[in-house]
């Protein structure tokens, strides 16, 4: 099938059609060899022949006629010449050296033998050596053997040979483009009507007709011929036939000539008329093809469209709408070229096509359309123009070039979505191709469209687009030279998403990026700026507890803004430890994780501000995670920082005092404290403060309670000092007097401090003065006191009544011992009935008890009293009833006053409340209690003596000093335990050390709520 124009149409630059077509010489030599050469040969038989030829001459004697040897030259030379034409045939049109001889040969025979020749020989020999000379270029000596033969005319040689010398002469003029000259050799030819081959004289004369502009002339002689088979015909074995493929030349040439001029559909029509059935479509394309080859677009338009109306072949309905897209678009019809080109690829994707060399000549030729399209329009691109890349690329997939002009097209319309994934196909594509090579041109334009997809993405606005083009920067080229660019981008969108986490993370590795090479100023500054933006981040999502790690990494791999980094690491720290520090839920190891981050921290480039700060807070969680040595420890650090604000001081030297403390290290806390200012408390608390701590250190604290009373206006202030003055007084009772202004407005707190006195120093004298005052008597320290005086009267008393006997040894001594018993009794009775007045129930058992055991003994004792001799027995019997009448009253009330003490022994309430009275006693007071406790079990039942007797025991057993030492080591050893706390509070309690005390009170209470 052909698919261009016949081989016999060239257009030269000056604008001049030659017709070569090998075959015409062929033609022509064929003709005048008739009569020598009609039998067909190989190029075999024609050797052998010229062999057995050049033998016969060889051998020739002159014995044979000159007619003969002349008939044997021709015959070889015309076999020579025509072995040399077949060599060309078979060298498909290449000359040799073999071909030359045989043709110099032939040459230099019929040189030899023509003149020889008569007439009619002749000229066909001298037409055989021009076509020769012709063949080896020696075209002048060719036109020499043409022109004697018209030359001498008709009066030598044959009307039909010199209208073929006409003829060949033109041909020879032709080929040499003298058109004007070889048209009137035709043209004379032509009158000697002897002259065969007249169709194919026309049709010469036609093209140089065609060839001088006479295009129409020109046109109607190809007409001529075609209307007239005599004109086709050719001579053969059989006798003349038509020379098919002669007709076919000739109406392949007429489209040539109609394409010249005005083709209309008459034209189209004569030519399909005059066309053969077998190249009719061939033809009609052909005129398509020439019309658009010579510029003829609409023409060309109009045949393509009449081709494709009946056309059913698949590739030649998708050729055509090829050509149409183009022609279209040559008329800057830009939408109807991007119709065609939709349906000519619409067929291609549907029906496929074949075969696929020439689809490929197709495909190029519809990318050669776009390419020019994109060229000429260049700045100014049209939507059609996307469209006409759009479609080509949904077909063509392959094509990473194609598909960046098509991003290109798209990138200036604006639209930078469609140019984003242009860009995203030609990277693939060209990543695929450099897998296979390595090109510079591909690698270009590789990158080019790598970030031209970022481009877009971000022209666009579409975070979700612009992710998706640095990802896919990252995953072909993740080490291009703008990879670490295109990552901090990747980031800024996360960052701009608050997706925080991701920002961050994102941020520090492009910060942390090692790069040897290529790493140059400005691609630091861009990881200087993701450290920065890692860190804001970090910030925002909330992940403060990193920020220290990030920023101490950024301060070694950034050493100019090192300093600049390790202070934001410094800030982190201290905020993420401010919050684990003011939250009462942070466990231990969270404090102590945080204390430890403190310690480390690194200093370099610190601020004395900035170092007392990070020191305070250190402070603070030593503290509450009660390391005392690290609290000492931070608290010396902080008193170091030079230009310490005074409050920083007092905080340090507050913590030390506290360290001391909990190390029972009194004197050491009191010597700090007397130097601290304190200034939160008043003068007063700052004196109680020191009296505190210089009772604790063993020293003399008597100068800061005085000055607590000089300075404090608050009452409890000053009933704590006075009391405390009065306690630690050698004269109490004196120190009593001259601070009772303090004290006796807390009738409680100054009853219990004379009760404490009384116990201490045993004066009744003293306790009696106090006791006369309402105040006192009424409290229950008052009571406790005159109990105690009146139970002291009240063992006297026992001790004498118990000590009274009866004397038997006469009746005056029986009645007067007898007398003073019973005064004794009076006075038990007197006792108990001022006991019960009292409503004292301690009181009332003893004095009971006295009256109960003295009226059962008196009754006893009577009972037993001798009868006298001289006595009578029935005197005896009255005596002895006597005896009975009078002792009967006191067995009686002893059976009474029983039966009541019985009353008091069995309420427990009030024998539970002597016990607790008794263990919550301290110091001499305890003994006060004691000693009434010793009256009670003195005369309780067996079962309440013991526990009295136990709760006594209990009571006065005081720890010794070994004890308290040790209980004060395992506190010092052990400073938090609240249960070694408690231990030593209860030995100092009962050694009635109230100073101790209170610290370990206090110290109790700080460690469970929490050290602070």
């Keep these: 099938m052909r698919t261009s ?74 076999l020579l010449a025509e072995r040399a034409r077949l060599s060309i045939v078979a060298a498909e049109g290449k000359d040799s050296a073999a071909v030359t001889r045989d043709r110099r040969r032939a040459l230099q025979i019929y040189s030899s033998a023509v003149e020889k020749s008569e007439a009619p020989r002749r000229a066909l020999v001298l037409m055989q050596m021009a076509h020769l000379l012709e063949a080896t270029g020696e075209i002048k000596k060719a036109l020499q053997k043409y022109e004697r033969i018209v030359r001498e005319g008709t009066e030598t040689y044959p009307a039909a040979s010199v209208g073929h010398a006409l003829a060949s002469w033109g041909d020879a003029l032709f080929r040499k483009g003298e058109f004007t000259a070889a048209l009137d050799k035709f043209e004379s030819s032509l009158k000697f009507k002897e002259t065969e081959r007249r169709g194919y004289i026309m049709y010469r004369a036609a093209w140089c007709r065609l060839n001088l502009g006479q295009q129409t002339i020109a046109t109607q002689g190809l007409i001529e011929i075609l209307r007239h088979p005599e004109l086709l015909t050719r001579k053969t074995a059989n006798g003349s036939e038509i020379d098919v493929s002669f007709r076919e030349d000739i109406a392949r040439d007429l489209v040539a000539f109609i394409a010249r001029g005005e083709v209309s559909r008459e034209k189209v029509d004569l030519l399909l008329e005059l066309t053969p059935e077998s190249i009719r479509r061939e033809n009609l394309r052909a005129l398509a093809g020439e019309t658009e080859r010579l510029g003829k677009k609409k023409e060309s338009i109009f045949v393509w469209s009449m081709i494709l109306n009946d056309e059913t072949s698949t590739f030649e309905k998708i050729d055509g709408r090829v050509r149409l897209a183009t022609l279209e678009w040559g008329l800057n019809r830009k939408a109807q070229a991007v119709e065609q080109l939709t349906a000519a690829l619409a067929t291609w994707k549907k029906e496929g096509c074949r075969p696929s060399e020439e689809c490929q000549a197709v495909q190029s030729r519809i990318r050669k359309l776009i390419v020019d399209w994109n060229r000429l329009e260049k700045e100014r691109v049209s939507p059609e123009l996307l469209a006409a890349y759009t479609l080509y690329n949904q077909q063509f997939e392959t094509e990473y070039d194609m598909q960046f002009w098509a991003a290109q097209t798209a990138r200036l319309l604006n639209k930078y979505n469609e140019a984003s994934e242009f860009y995203r196909r030609s990277s693939i594509l060209a990543h695929r191709e450099l897998k296979k090579k390595e090109d510079s041109a591909i690698q270009k334009m590789f990158e080019a469209a790598l970030v031209a997809q970022i481009e877009m993405a971000e022209s666009g606005g579409d975070p979700s687009l612009q992710l998706k083009a640095y990802d896919h920067y990252l995953d072909l080229n993740a080490a291009g030279g703008r990879a670490l660019e295109v990552r901090y981008q990747r980031a800024r969108v996360f960052y701009d998403q608050n997706r925080h986490e991701k920002a961050a993370e994102e941020f520090r590795d492009i910060a942390l990026f090692n790069e040897k090479k290529n790493s140059d100023a400005k691609r630091n500054e861009l990881r200087k700026k993701a450290a920065d933006l890692a860190l804001d981040a970090l910030v925002l999502a909330k992940a403060e507890d990193r920020i220290e790690r990030w920023a101490t990494e950024f301060a070694e791999t950034f050493p100019s803004a090192r300093l600049e980094y390790l202070a934001i690491a410094r800030r982190a720290v201290l905020k993420d430890v401010a919050t684990v520090s003011r939250d009462a839920k942070s466990s231990d190891s969270e404090l102590k994780r945080a204390a430890r981050r403190l310690r480390d921290l690194n200093l370099d480039g610190a601020s004395a501000t900035e170092r007392a700060l990070i020191y305070k807070n250190h402070l603070v969680l030593a503290v509450r995670i009660r390391d005392l040595e690290e609290t000492r420890a931070a608290a010396d650090r902080l008193l170091g920082v030079s230009g310490l604000q005074a409050e920083d001081r007092e905080f340090a030297m507050e913590k030390k005092v506290w360290v001391a403390e909990m190390r029972l290290e009194f004197d050491s806390a009191y010597r700090m404290s007397q130097v601290m200012r304190m200034p939160k408390a008043s003068e007063a608390e700052r004196h109680m403060r020191l009296a505190y701590l210089a009772e604790l250190a063993g020293r003399n604290p008597t100068r800061h309670y005085q000055a607590v009373l000089e300075t404090s206006r608050a009452k409890s202030t000053l009933e704590l000092a006075a009391t405390r003055l009065v306690r630690l007084s050698a004269r109490p009772w004196k120190e009593l007097a001259r601070l009772e202004r303090y004290l006796k407005g807390n009738r409680d707190l100054h009853s219990s401090l004379v009760l404490e006195l009384y116990a201490r120093t045993g004066s009744r004298s003293n306790a009696e003065l106090y006791l006369s005052r309402g105040t006192v008597r009424s409290s229950d320290a008052g009571q406790t006191i005159s109990r105690s005086i009146q139970l002291q009267a009240i063992n006297r008393f026992d001790q004498e009544i118990s000590a009274h006997r009866l004397i038997t040894s006469s009746d005056a001594r029986v009645q007067r011992t007898l007398k003073a ?5 009076a006075k038990a009775d007197q006792l108990a009935q001022d006991a019960i007045r009292s409503k004292d129930w301690r009181l009332q058992v003893v004095t009971l008890s006295i009256v109960g055991r003295e009226n059962e003994r008196l009754y006893n004792e009577i009972k037993k009293l001798p009868v006298p001799v001289r006595l009578s027995v029935a005197e005896r019997a009255r005596y002895e009833q006597a005896l009975a009448a009078q002792s009967a009253p006191f067995q009686a009330k002893a059976e009474q006053v029983s039966r009541k003490t019985a009353e008091f022994w069995n309420n427990g309430k009030a024998l539970d409340s002597l016990i607790a009275d008794l263990q919550a006693s301290t110091g001499d007071v305890t003994r006060v209690l004691a000693e009434e406790a010793r009256q009670l079990a003195y005369r309780a039942p067996d079962s309440t003596r013991a526990r009295l007797e136990r709760a006594i025991r209990e009571a006065m057993d005081r720890p010794s000093a070994t004890d308290v030492k040790n209980a004060r080591h395992k506190l010092k050893s052990d400073p938090f335990s609240i249960h070694q706390a408690k231990m030593l509070k209860t030995m100092e309690a009962e050694l009635g050390r109230d100073a101790m005390v209170a610290h370990l009170d206090a110290r109790v209470l700080q460690i469970e709520g929490g050290v602070k």
Aim: glycine fraction near 6%; proline fraction near 1%; charged fraction near 20%.
């Design 5 to 78: 124009l016949p081989s016999a149409i060239h257009i030269a630059n000056a604008g001049v059609i030659h017709f070569v077509k090998v075959a015409l010489v062929g033609l022509v030599l064929s003709a005048a060899l008739s009569v020598y050469a009609s039998e067909k040969m190989d190029f075999e038989t024609h050797t052998l022949l010229i062999t057995k030829l050049e033998r016969v001459l060889e051998n020739s004697t002159g014995n044979g006629s000159d007619a003969d040897s002349l008939e044997v030259r021709l015959r070889l030379a015309d």
């Design 821 to 825: 018993r019973l005064a004794l009794l």
